[in-house]
């Protein structure tokens, strides 16, 4: 019988880690983001309230308390600084495309709910379904959304199927 090779943690934040994975929805703006944190595969928290550079400091701490932390918040006007700010901490950030959270229709929009779907989305994108998600990235100045990721519907402009007439 082959000696099994014990293997041993490559930093502090391993030994001390209590959880696999933290998974955070990021509903920003430009003085407040309001995140929603499921650790492993509780039931997601309530909604936190963070400024931009308090957010950085909390997401620090949570690296501390998990092997991995991922998160995921909307393209849009503050573009990929969160991205990078994040991925400097260790944080395994997915940047996805804008979308209505609002499926019933009620007309009701809060931070937290869109929070709140966003975590809900990045967690069934973490356990394989790819389409729960559509993720962008950036190429240059430019943001590119993954084909494979989104219905064909998504990846145009909203004013293209405006301007397209049946014949």
């Known amino acids: 019988m082959k000696p099994t090779k014990k293997l041993t943690p490559t930093s502090h934040q391993q030994t001390e880690a209590t959880a696999e994975v933290i ?4 509903d920003i703006h430009k003085t407040k983001y309001v995140v929603i944190r499921q650790i492993d595969n509780q039931a997601a928290q309530s909604p936190q309230s963070f400024s931009p550079d308090e957010f950085i ?9 998990a092997k991995r932390v991922v998160s995921c918040y ?7 600084v969160l991205h990078r700010k994040l991925a400097e901490v260790g ?3 997915f940047v996805v495309r804008p ?3 609002d499926e019933y229709g009620s007309s009701v929009k809060t931070d937290a709910r869109d929070a709140r779907e966003l975590c809900g989305h990045l967690n069934r994108y973490l356990a394989g379904n790819e389409r729960a998600l559509c993720v962008c990235k950036s ?3 430019n943001v590119e959304y993954r084909i494979n990721d ?3 519907r998504l990846t145009r402009p909203s004013w293209y199927h405006a301007t397209q007439t049946a014949h």
């Open 91 to 93: 944080v395994d950030n």
């Open 139 to 141: 190429k240059g100045s």
């Open 57 to 65: 400091v909390w997401v620090q701490r949570q690296r501390l308390l």
């Open 150 to 152: 989104c219905p064909a």
């Open 23 to 26: 998974k955070l929805g990021i």
């Open 74 to 80: 909307e393209a849009g006007c503050f573009g990929f």
């Open 99 to 101: 979308r209505n959270w």
